[in-house]
């Protein structure tokens, strides 16, 4: 049971827009949340997380809200580049703090 | 250093084989995973490593043998695998379980073709 969904597999957005890529969770306990970008044949990339305290976090031209009454949070990247395009994966971790629960990752195009 | 590194890159072995996987992490972090990763899927957890013992093996079959020789190294040897087992295998360590001490940091990962 997927307790991480991305329900966009691809998004396509023109250079210098914003993107915005969702995620929503179904387990209440999760409580820190986590944003990886990842190109082929490469190890995800760990870009920005959140903790489940806070409903913003911000760091360079990412930034990620949380809204725990919807179990939902999102990747905004503000200005969009073409070196952005990549698959990006929501993931979850409970108050067990190891296991990361993986979306199944949004596919992001930057068009130029 | 924020890197973790792998070898080998990639891996082409038969059922009968015996190989490992070899991962590497200087920054000090504690804790150390092993995930498996198939054509557009997410990442899945295979086994975590804190402090040198072994604390959570998600049912993964005997076929995947974990071992943490210390808290740098992670080795995962494999043995008369399937080829459904073909995958991209990642390792990755992490810091520790409290906030801001759980993002964790993935290596480039090892392709894996069992024939």
């Known amino acids: 049971d997927q307790q991480v969904k991305q329900n966009s597999p691809s998004l396509s957005v023109q250079e210098g827009r914003i993107s915005i890529l969702n995620c929503d969770y179904t387990n209440s306990m999760f409580d820190y949340f986590l944003w990886y970008k990842k190109y082929p044949a490469e190890g995800p990339t760990f870009l920005i997380s959140i903790s489940s305290i806070k409903d913003k976090n911000e760091d360079g031209r990412f930034t990620v809200f949380l809204n725990k009454s919807a179990k939902h949070l999102s990747l905004h990247i503000v200005p969009s580049q073409p070196g952005d395009s990549a698959v990006y994966f929501c993931a979850a971790s409970g108050y067990s703090g190891y296991a990361l629960n993986f979306g199944k990752g949004t596919s992001l195009l930057v068009t130029p | 250093d924020t890197e973790v590194t792998q070898t080998p890159k990639h891996l082409v072995m038969g059922m009968t084989n015996k190989k490992s996987l070899k991962c590497e992490q200087h920054m000090g972090h504690r804790a150390m995973y092993w995930y498996k990763q198939k054509a557009k899927k997410p990442p899945e957890l295979m086994f975590v490593?804190?402090?040198?013992?072994?604390?959570i093996n998600e049912s993964v079959p005997s076929r995947f043998s974990p071992e943490c020789p210390n808290s740098s190294l992670l080795n995962l040897h494999l043995h008369a695998l399937q080829p459904e087992d073909s995958a991209l295998y990642l390792c990755?360590?992490?810091?520790?379980?409290?906030?801001?001490?759980?993002?964790?940091?993935f290596g480039p990962g090892t392709r894996l073709t069992v024939l």
């Open positions: 490593y804190s402090y040198e013992k072994l604390s």
């Open positions: 990755a360590s992490s810091q520790g379980q409290t906030s801001g001490l759980r993002e964790q940091f």
